[in-house]
């Protein structure tokens, strides 16, 4: 008889993430999880920068449209916002039961990526 320690060496373990060739679908569900952490910690550093401004009365230099790291913390948040929307809408015609083919799960990816990034550009078009 096998001793646990003797099992457990001789199975197979895990294959990682350097074993499988990038696919669309995990780099947009890796892309879905970064976004969610992004909108967090982008939205709550935005309030405090906003609370900040309006209580001690910075000047207009410290205004989130006014200096570069603020206008990209927003680009970026709106980016991260309209993306996971977006990718979330398709999880739920997944919840569903629709568009689990191949074919069908590459299309929408890259559905979600591309109309991600012009409704972005579109939403910072209209408000500027």
Not at 11 to 34: A, D, V
Not at 40 to 65: R, S, T
Not at 66 to 81: D, E, P, T, W
Request: with cysteine; charged share 10%; net charge positive.
């Amino acid at each position: 008889m096998k001793s646990k320690q003797e099992i457990h060496a001789k199975r197979p373990t895990s294959p990682h993430l350097s074993i499988y060739k990038p696919q669309i679908s995990s780099s947009l569900s890796i892309l879905h999880r970064m976004t969610g952490v992004a909108m967090f910690f982008g939205l709550a550093i935005i309030c405090w920068w906003m609370v900040v401004i309006q209580f001690h009365g910075f000047c207009d230099c410290m205004a989130l449209n006014q200096c570069l790291i603020g206008k990209l913390s927003l680009y970026a948040v709106s980016y991260a916002s309209i993306y996971h929307f977006l990718n979330g809408i398709r999880h739920l015609f997944w919840d569903v039961g629709y568009g689990f083919s191949i074919k069908a799960v590459d299309y929408s990816g890259w559905l979600v990526f591309a109309l991600s990034i012009k409704l972005t550009i579109l939403f910072w078009w209209l408000v500027v």
